[in-house]
């Protein structure tokens, strides 16, 4: 039989040598026996804790940004999905808090943004929040690399091409390869977005479709037919100074 006592400083001496490892390393260590699966499967324990106080930015911490994920694990996962210094256009930083982008007032341009990871099975969803004006136009959405990030003019850039598929939310219009694919969401008078909802994004790499949902409504199907490619949340902006926050919620929960 095995010693409680002896038992409760095993999981404390993993806590501590967890609290060293990347998230690569927890992933393989959670496979190594269900002792160890079970202890890395409490996302609220403080081995999740300390790599979230550790690698989240502070001021995402203190928000309510991340109310909608509520333990460490899932608001870390949430922080390595948010949008990508790297891939966004020139216009468009990201803030401090690493899950809002703001874009610079520069005249007579469209500006957009990608996450960090795309995807090309499984289903996932997000969030996204217009925290500013929208201005004329107003895409959320997803694309391809190949898709562009900037372009001169005010314009749809998201679902300029065949590389992206967008929701102009400022005309409630579909868009897809340069076209306006019908009106979104199927609803007679349906409501304008208003500045500060969130929007839930459900990607169905299995249906190959793309949903919304609203106040916790689900609007139905916009997409359907997506290619097998690697699909990235996106958005794109014209109004100056406008933000946009996306926070990673993991696989959709049915019903």
Not at 27 to 56: A, G, I, M, P, Y
Not at 141 to 167: E, F, M, N
Not at 168 to 187: A, K, T
Not at 211 to 233: H, I, M, T
Request: overall charge negative.
């Amino acid at each position: 039989m095995v010693d409680p006592v002896a038992a409760l400083c095993n999981f404390n001496v993993l806590e501590v040598i967890f609290s060293y490892l990347d998230l690569n390393d927890l992933s393989r260590c959670s496979q190594v026996c269900r002792s160890w699966h079970h202890f890395l499967n409490d996302e609220n324990s403080d081995v999740w804790r300390w790599h979230c106080l550790h690698k989240l930015p502070k001021e995402a911490m203190k928000s309510d940004l991340l109310t909608s994920v509520s333990t460490y694990k899932t608001k870390l996962r949430a922080y390595f999905h948010a949008w990508s210094p790297n891939d966004c256009s020139r216009n468009v930083y990201i803030k401090p808090n690493g899950f809002t982008l703001h874009r610079n007032p520069v005249a007579q341009s469209t500006d957009a943004a990608r996450a960090k990871i795309g995807f090309r099975h499984g289903r996932h969803a997000w969030e996204v929040i217009w925290e500013g004006p929208l201005g004329t136009v107003a895409v959320i959405g997803i694309s391809t690399k190949d898709a562009a990030l900037q372009c001169h003019g005010y314009v749809a850039l998201l679902g300029s091409d065949d590389q992206s598929w967008g929701w102009n939310l400022v005309e409630n219009h579909l868009l897809h390869n340069g076209d306006m694919q019908g009106s979104y969401p199927l609803l007679s008078n349906a409501p304008k977005y208003q500045v500060g909802e969130r929007i839930r994004v459900i990607l169905d790499c299995d249906d190959n479709t793309l949903s919304f949902e609203k106040n916790y409504e689900f609007l139905g199907v916009a997409f359907r037919g997506l290619p097998d490619k690697k699909l990235y949340p996106t958005v794109s902006a014209v109004y100056g100074n406008t933000e946009v926050s996306m926070v990673y919620l993991g696989t959709p929960l049915d019903g």
